[in-house]
C-alpha cells in the first residue's frame, strides 16, 4: 500500500551507451530476430542509425522505441522461417508496453519473475506514499 510499481525506463535500458543491435535493450538485440526486425523497421521509417548508441538517439526516437508510436503506422517487414518477407502496416506498441503487456498475460513464473527485474518503486499519486505510515 502507498507504492506503486512501473516498468522502469533506466531498467530497460541496461546499457545506454551500447547500440540496440550491441543490446541496449536485452531481448531487443540481434539475438532476437523477431523483435530487431522490429527495430530495423523502425529505423527504416523514423530514418535514424541503429548502430549509435541509444543515448546518442533523438529523443523522439528513444520515446517511440520505449513507449510505442500511438497512432502513427509503419511499415514492418517480417521475414518467414523460409526467408519469405512479408510487409505489415500497424502502430508499434513500444518495448515498455510490450513488457507490461507479457507481465500481465504470462501464466509463468520464471517470465514474470524475469520481467519484474525491469520495474521499480514510487510513491502512490493519490496519496503521495501516506498509506505506508502507521
Known amino acids: 500500500l502507498g507504492v ?51 543515448e546518442e538517439l533523438p529523443d523522439r526516437v528513444r520515446e517511440v522505441i520505449l513507449n510505442g508510436s500511438g497512432e502513427e503506422t509503419i511499415a514492418f517487414t517480417y521475414f518467414g522461417e523460409h526467408g519469405r518477407s512479408t510487409i505489415r502496416k500497424h502502430a508499434f506498441e513500444g518495448v515498455i508496453p510490450n513488457i507490461e503487456r507479457r507481465y500481465r498475460e504470462t501464466e509463468s513464473g520464471a517470465i514474470r519473475e524475469e520481467l519484474a527485474k525491469y520495474q521499480s518503486h514510487q510513491a502512490c499519486d493519490a496519496c503521495q506514499g501516506s498509506r505506508l505510515r502507521i
Open 4 to 54: 506503486r510499481q512501473y516498468f522502469d525506463p533506466a531498467r530497460v535500458v541496461s546499457d545506454p551507451t551500447l547500440s540496440l543491435p550491441a543490446g541496449a535493450i536485452r531481448g531487443w538485440d540481434r539475438r532476437n530476430a523477431f523483435y530487431f526486425q522490429m527495430l530495423e523497421s523502425l529505423a527504416k521509417h523514423y530514418q535514424f542509425d541503429l548502430d549509435k548508441p541509444f
